[in-house]
């Protein structure tokens, strides 16, 4: 039996390459239920994330994705599709999606927000205790010790917690943030990753 690792969302990605050409076409997103249909009827079925339901690959535009075969790579959490197209596979007429060449180093954005902001936001003070520049308050955090750090998380704790108790949604937003941002330089100043918290909620849901 293969382990196949769903993301956060119960999604991993699938890369479709034609099987003739080689050429990679488009990556798209799958859950258990998109994989299955694929596999049992023969046309590339996808997860959309936009529209929260199954997406027949050519629905629309007529360009299906006739399933050949599929792989998984070494670590479990991406599938490779090797698919037959009837036609341009990008949205842009395109014969695939992967069209535009990288000249230089490209600009990065997040495209929606969710639980990937703690990733980012637990990076920048990681780099923050590596280089601890001056001015900065993650610096200062740091430098005052884990102690002072764990009185800021008691300090924003009680700070969320009153704002839940008034029905204060507007302040319980804000200190919830702060609230994260101190418990993230807490688990930083003690070598813990975020990664090692949401194992163990996995393990909790057991």
């Not at 997860?47 to 929260?52: A, G, K, P, V």
């Not at 108790?165 to 330089?185: F, I, P, R």
Request: charged share 30%; hydrophobic share 35%; aromatic share 8%.
């Amino acid at each position: 039996m293969v382990d196949v690792k769903l993301d956060e969302k119960g999604l991993v990605p699938a890369i479709a390459q034609d099987v003739n050409t080689g050429d990679v076409l488009m990556l798209g997103y799958m859950n258990p239920g998109s994989l299955k249909r694929t596999m049992e009827g023969g046309d590339v079925w996808f997860y959309s994330r936009s529209r929260s339901d199954l997406w027949h690959k050519g629905e629309v535009s007529g360009n299906y994705m006739r399933y050949k075969s599929a792989s998984v790579d070494c670590d479990g959490d991406t599938i490779i599709l090797k698919v037959e197209p009837d036609g341009p596979i990008c949205h842009t007429g395109n014969p695939t999606c992967f069209f535009t060449d990288l000249d230089e180093f490209p600009e990065f954005f997040r495209e929606e927000t969710g639980p990937g902001v703690l990733e980012d936001l637990f990076a920048v003070i990681q780099d923050r205790k590596e280089a601890m520049p001056e001015g900065s308050y993650t610096t200062k955090l740091f430098q005052a010790g884990t102690e002072r750090i764990s009185q800021k998380v008691i300090e924003e704790g009680g700070e969320t917690a009153l704002a839940g108790m008034s029905g204060d949604k507007e302040h319980l937003v804000s200190e919830t943030a702060d609230l994260l941002y101190h418990v993230l330089v807490l688990l930083s100043a003690n070598g813990v990753r975020p990664e090692d918290v949401w194992a163990e909620l996995r393990r909790r849901q057991g």
